[in-house]
């Protein structure tokens, strides 16, 4: 079974640094695209950066600059490097992979359990 665990969230002041990651679990032959994603309270889920597997990045407006996405194939693992984090950056964190291939199949969507960012003036 095909899981997709992330770490790295935690409480931090206005101006610093977080580094995320999301590692798929399971057999997993390869992924098309991950992604992370954000959900404050009371809003929607929202996209903060994707890559492709060829590592082509997309970025959110409000991230642009700041947060940097990564990938390691071999590891299915991508990472988010959040620098100079603002109070809205305040969320849930959400790592998601986009058409899984695995023994079992394709997985067209995968999420994440989710890891929560606080940032504190």
């Known amino acids: 079974q095909v899981q997709l665990v992330e770490s790295g969230g935690g409480l931090v002041q206005s101006g610093g640094s977080l580094r995320l990651s999301c590692a798929a679990s399971g057999i997993i032959y390869s992924i098309d695209a991950m992604g992370w994603y954000r959900q404050a309270p009371g809003n929607r889920r929202e996209l903060v950066a994707s890559?492709?597997?060829?590592?082509?990045?997309n970025y959110a407006d409000f991230v642009k600059g700041r947060f940097t996405i990564s990938r390691d194939n071999k590891k299915n693992t991508i990472y988010l490097q959040m620098n100079s984090l603002k109070q809205e950056d305040t969320a849930v964190y959400y790592c998601?992979?986009?058409?899984?291939?695995?023994?079992?199949?394709?997985?067209?969507?995968?999420w994440g359990q989710g890891t929560q960012v606080t940032v504190s003036s």
């Open positions: 890559i492709s597997e060829t590592y082509r990045t």
């Open positions: 998601n992979g986009h058409y899984i291939r695995t023994n079992m199949g394709i997985l067209k969507d995968k």
